[in-house]
């Protein structure tokens, strides 16, 4: 038996949720600023900003002192759309779950839960603007507690969305996920999910450098 059991979000579980959402998301930073930091550009900056230093001022420490400083600019380069992406969803979607995605039966909102607490989620709603007049599902906020992880609970949560999503008579499931986040793209590619594109969310994304891959499931019919 799986040693956690995966059910629809209650108004209690909002803390938790909240919690794990900001740590999920934030996570990500990291992995961010690797990808800067393997960008030829970040490299140019690394490697010309102390050399231009130094040749100007003639001073090897204090080219040397520019490079934890570029370092740190390169942090809050990568943190800068991943934050705003957080602050945007916590005002928005995340600050009503119960009115986003459980007032509409095309929405829900599911935790696991181990031992009383709550330490993975996910959510869907309908997609706007989908093409074709298709019924597309998107899938959103997939997270598990960092000492969750590797049990098999994303595969879980996102089999509840596909799950759903068949019930639901939905054509797709739709989801977006940055390119470096090798983790979540196992577990979509692991369950059928494919990569339609690739691609800049927006003009924040692009200025650094932090593509988006957007991946499709086909729900087989149930008919
Ligand atoms: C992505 C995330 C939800 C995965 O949760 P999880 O419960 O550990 O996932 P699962 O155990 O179901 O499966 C993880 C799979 O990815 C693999 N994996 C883990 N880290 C990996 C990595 N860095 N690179 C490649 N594969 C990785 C695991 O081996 C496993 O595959 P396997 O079943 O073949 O062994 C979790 O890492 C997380 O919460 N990350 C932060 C938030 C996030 O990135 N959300 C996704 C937004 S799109």
Known sequence: MAPYHIRKYQDQ??????????????YLVSFGFFHQLKQPRSFLLLLGGPGALFLGSGSLLLSLLALPGLLAFLWLVARYPIKNYLDHALRTDMSDIRKFYLNDRGSCFWVAEKEGQVVGMVCACP???????QKRLE???LSVRQEHRG?????SLTQTVLQFAQ???YDA????????????????EQLGFWKAREAFDSLKW??????????????????
């Not at 997609?127 to 007049?133: C, D, E, N, T, V």
């Not at 049990?151 to 595969?155: D, E, F, I, L, R």
């Open 13 to 26: 579980d909002r803390e938790a949720v909240i919690d794990m959402f900001i740590k999920g998301t934030l």
């Open 127 to 133: 997609q706007k603007m989908a093409p074709g007049g």
């Open 139 to 141: 899938l959103l906020h």
């Open 151 to 155: 049990q098999g609970m994303a595969k």
């Open 167 to 169: 019930d639901q008579g």
């Open 173 to 188: 499931v739709v989801l977006s996920t940055l390119s470096f986040n090798n983790a979540a793209q196992r577990v979509y």
């Open 206 to 223: 692009r200025v650094t450098g932090m593509t988006f891959f957007y991946y499709e499931y086909s729900v087989p019919s149930s008919h």
